[in-house]
């Protein structure tokens, strides 16, 4: 019986598409491959909790580099490692260099930038075949025109009980909470965030049943937690910017219930089967909803949306703006009435 078959997967750069692609990991790992995932640093921790990864390799490439020389010297220093296939997520030219100088002899993508040289297993995109994102690249794993899967496994990510109490002792939190955690940043951008005095509303109703309040998000989202935090009275507690990826995955895994903007902790949360609220604004719910049973979507569905801008273009805001704290909280309590 000769060895399993060996995998690169060239990561997307966002948490959120890495999560995205889990689906495809499975596939690829149930058919008995050995993955390892070419990804940058902070996916890293995410990759770690992923049953399906078996080596992380460091991408030194930031979002936007081009970086030629470093590329052909990284797949170069990839050559021997007896690759059968790269799998490159990413649509860019230059994410495809990399397999290539690694000479790879398999290496699939989309077509993409004119990567006709760089791939030689191509597939189309039929974006109205396949509207999530996740069912794009799970497509990947099989023959190009082949006809889609009926369903895809789940996201699932990894966090003991052991590890949950480890990141509450870290952070000096009550090893025996199961909070309610508000996932307040959206890497993205302002349009995906709802606004702060909602979510201090919202605070301060939930604070009235018991349990604590806790805000997760990067070191970007500690000012915006602050605020959430002061406008809430004290219900809140600020732990954006505190935490590492890590622990965040295990404060989450112990949450009662979680409401998000669509970033990447809500794909943490959906990965992990957590009651989950997910609040929809600039983006879409279709290209990439939170994939479990256990998340409620909310989404004013106005005329202007989904309009996938940074910033509001017309001024207003009113997608996130009009989604009021107690649809969010008549949400939460349908969750809690609902069968895990």
């Known amino acids: 019986m000769g060895r399993p078959a060996r995998i690169l997967v060239v990561a997307p750069s966002w948490i959120g598409d890495m999560l995205m692609a889990q689906p495809l990991l499975t596939r690829l790992a149930a058919r008995g491959a050995e993955i390892d995932v070419l990804a940058p640093d902070w996916c890293a921790p995410l990759l770690g909790r992923m049953a399906e990864v078996r080596r992380v390799i460091a991408s030194p490439f930031r979002h936007g ?37 690694a000479r790879i002899p398999k290496r ?93 509303e919202l605070a301060r109703r939930l604070a009235a049943d018991g349990g604590p309040i806790w805000l997760l998000g990067t070191a970007k989202d500690t000012t915006v937690g602050d605020e959430i935090a002061a406008l809430s009275g004290g219900a809140a507690r600020n732990l954006c910017g505190r935490t590492t990826l890590e622990q965040a995955i295990d404060l989450i895994a112990c949450a009662r219930q979680v ?53 509001c273009p017309l001024g207003h805001l009113k997608c996130l703006e009009d989604l009021a704290p107690e649809q969010v909280l008549i949400t939460l309590g349908d969750l809690a009435h609902a069968q895990p």
């Not at 990839?78 to 100088?101: I, R």
């Not at 990439?288 to 202007?304: E, G, H, K, V």
Request: charged share 20%.
């Open 65 to 101: 580099d081009f970086a030629f020389a470093a590329r052909r010297a990284l797949g170069r220093d990839l050559a021997g490692a007896g690759y059968d296939e790269a799998v490159v997520l990413p649509n860019s030219w230059k994410s495809a260099l990399v397999p290539f100088f």
């Open 108 to 200: 699939t993508g989309f077509t993409g930038e004119a990567r006709i040289g760089l791939l030689n297993n191509r597939h189309r995109l039929d974006k109205a075949a396949r509207p999530q994102l996740a069912q794009r690249y799970a497509q990947l794993a099989d023959a190009p025109g082949a006809l889609p899967p009926q369903s895809l496994p789940r996201p699932r990510l990894l966090s003991s009980p052991a590890q949950q109490q480890a990141s509450k002792a870290a952070l000096g939190l009550d090893p025996a909470a199961e909070p309610t955690i508000f996932c307040p940043g959206a890497e993205y951008g302002p349009a995906k965030r709802w606004p702060a005095r909602h979510f201090a």
């Open 259 to 311: 409401v998000s903007n669509d970033s990447g902790l809500m794909h943490v949360t959906a990965a992990l089967d957590r009651p989950l609220v997910a609040l929809y604004g600039s983006s879409s719910p279709t290209y990439t909803p939170p994939l479990s049973p256990r998340a409620r979507i909310l989404s004013l569905d106005l005329p202007c949306s989904p309009c996938f801008q940074r910033e």
